[in-house]
């Protein structure tokens, strides 16, 4: 029995026996038997509860919190090799999926937070915010083993609160089947899907089974001219000024419009795209580097690259962001700071952590020795080596949190509704899309 | 076998029951206080003292019977409504969750800014002349010392041992902690900042790597002020749960803190554009939605009823089948009725041969809200019309009949407005119950379609309560005080409504 439960027996019996001697009513009707059976009760009740009550963590254990995939696959890895931080030890808490993680995290209090929890980058400005996330300062060598946009990725307003772990981006893949060649522009895939609709019952020509219409979908905003952001000629990103809505709306009519009709190329959810390409009724789809496991074992080849523009040779960039082993506040909390930031730098930060870590989760690796390991998949490597060509950093920090007034992640899904269900001009909601943008990157940059 | 309820086992029953009961509850408040929640802890402790003196003393034989419900309705009702309204007194969102000596503790310990060089060490943990000290190695210029929290010691290469990195292993005088004293020294270490130069330290980066740091926050705690050492900037309280620059509200510390605001939450939602333009249309349809679906319902509840009140061959039959949407989990049925309404695959749209965008147009979204919510509720007026209309006694109806009054005017004149008395105070509930039917409009539509693009914070079917969940749950940034705010004024609303519709039935008078 803890301190805290002796003083609450105590102090419940001390109430308990002054109520009943000192209100007369009670008096009569509390005889010595029933006194007595009352006093057993509360004995034999709090001996009980200290059976349920669960022990908080140790001085020398190590809490993460991850979700029902990365979880076992974390704990298969430290069981291999659990010395990353010697004198700890490392316990792995799996929630069933990534929802169940983010709500337990918001929840979390002092007493059963963890010291490091696998999150997303876009966690990392609300979870700073909100005193959850702790940061980290990694020497100059500890950086060096990722890009800078990687680290931008868990940055917020200067400070790091994580090492990155996954890479998660997309990329485009064709089915073989229905087409021999890579295609070199936009144009060329629409021409196909134009050719080939009716003979072979397509039910699209490119489709987005990963990522959503958002994020998902960037690399067809980006191919079709509206990339997310605009650099200056130091490659700075001018966060003021977006792409050009009104040349992005006519590269949208042409290429996705019969009049003011959608063509049919491109749908305007992601519903169904999965199955569709997988049935073969979809020649190009873009899928996520999470999934490619499915498209494996159903036979696909894993021919990935970005989704081609307009004009041969310029592809659209891709949204590529991480997830990454986040430091918390409770490490301090519970006294396994140190030891919580030796295991970010030793284990989830370096090569051989993600290598072993990795080989089994099969996501990209964040850790550049670990992208480049050989042992690593072909796959993998691939959505990595796509990620380092053509990805822009994701910068959630104000994409998703209404700087400005409207945010950019729901507005992007509506901009394909509103041109190809409800046959808006592609123009005029480009512009707004635009402005959106520049609402949302001049509002949030203060949050960088 | 009543003497079974009164003797020594009903005792021992008793006994093992409240025993079990008392054991979780006081786990329960156990780990209450362990996670600080201490009205919850007070709570629970409160209920096994009551539970003890209600059934184990004679107290009061009534309270037996009532005192579970009494707790439950404390715990699940009075609580809720209790946090609700202070909630909504309060900045509470995301940045200000915490308390504010938590916020203080965080602005301190994240108010610190590395060397402009980001120099950083190679350090061993250790003891120094019975001193929490570091062993540091400055590979790069070859040059060792020791720190400890008000000293900086230099050491002579030859004196030490120093591996194939160039880092220092051992040196005289200098012990280093074992790997199980480490992790019982983190915290002490943790918190230490360890001497390096001018107003520079060293700080723990993880037990192999120290990070040249120094301070920019310090915090006045007579002002309650946090001033900026390096530019000179003093952050006060604002008032509204931040540390900010005066006269610049957007220039703020975080994280920030619970603070009362009182009624800017209320006023907010008349005098912000944002939420006022919003907040009336989404009313308009809550009203509209609500009661379409009573009416809709109710009717046709009540025309099946009636055509099944006469027995018809199969009439049973036709019973078990109009109630099974009400035996379905309506959850399922919003899901497949989703399902029904999509554009390309679904089989409305198959049926008419048509292409409609459901869910993408205002009006058919609604139509379609409102078809699904008849398919859904139906069955339960029908259940209900048809008690009562077993209820009105069959003598007026004759009587009326041998008067010369048609089945229309019977129907009009007697059926319906007995019909309306007995049912009023469901139709209200039903309307209560609409006014806050969450799950249809998140499930079905998700209060869509948004014009996004023009940028509108509510869809075309959003109600209050789909709206409020969007205000503190739709985004990355959740604004908790807010949605109370709205949620009480919700509550409101629909006291106010049912009150008024419970007058005018005048039911009330004749249940007193």
Redesign the interface.
Known sequence: M?F??RI?FWS?SL??YT??NTMN??RK??TKK?LS??G???A???A???????S?SA??EIVVWADGDRGPNLVKVLAEKGDW????KITVKSFSNFEALKDAFDKA????GPDIVMGAN?WV??G????KL???????S?KARFTAGQLFDLTY?G?LYGVPVDVNNVAMIYNTDLVTTAPKTFGEMVAFYKANKASKSLKAGLCVAGGGMSWGAHSIFSALGADAYQFDSRDKIVYNRSFNGTTFGKNVRTYLLDGKKSNGFL?ASD??CGDNFKDGKVPYAIIGNWEWKDYVAKGFTMNLMPVPGVVAGKPGKMFGSVSGALLT?FA?KH?????A??L???FFGSTDGQVRYQKIEGRPPAEKGAALDVTVSAAQRGFGAAATLSSLPQI?AFL???AG???YW??A???W??VL??GKDPVT?GN??AA?WRANTSAGK?DL | MTSFFRGKISFAFKLVALLLIASVLISLTQSAIAQGEYFIAGFLAITVLLLALTYLTKVSIPLKFFLPGILLLVAFVLSPIIFTVTMSGYNYKTGNIISKDEAILQIKNRGFESDANGTSFDIKIGRYQAQEALLVSDSLNNSFFISTENDRIPLIPADLTINEYGVAESAPDFEILTDAEMATADEIYSLKRFKYQDEYFIALEGFEVGIVSRQVLSYDEVKDQFNNIVSGEVYTDNGKGNYAIEGSPDQYLEPGWRAPVWFENYTKLFTEERLRGPLVSVFIWTVTFASLSVITTFALGLLLALALNKPIRGRRIYRSILILPYAMPSIMSILIWGGMFNTEFGAINNLLGTDIAWFQSALFAKFAIILVNLWLGFPYFYLVSSGALQAIPSELLEAAAIDGANPRQIFRQITLPLLLQILSPLLIASFAFNFNNFNLIYLLTGGGPRAELDGELAGATDILISFTYKIAFGSSVQDLGLASAISLVIFLLVAGISMYGLRKSKVLESFQ
């Open positions: 803890g805290s439960s609450l419940t109430v308990f109520l009943v009513p009670w009707l509390m029933r059976a009352v057993f009760v509360a034999v009740a709090i009980v509860s200290g059976l349920f009550v669960p908080a001085a020398d931080v010697a004198g700890y209090t002092d007493a059963s876009d400005p609300t700073a915010k909100s005193g702790a940061p980290i300062t990694l020497t100059a500890q307003k400070k749908p519903a169904g506040t301090a006294g396994v700071e140190a030891g930031k030796s970010l730098t030793n959630g998703n949190n209404n007034g409207a945010n729901d507005s899904p509506a901009y509704t509103a269900v409800d909601e707004k899309l959106i203060a």
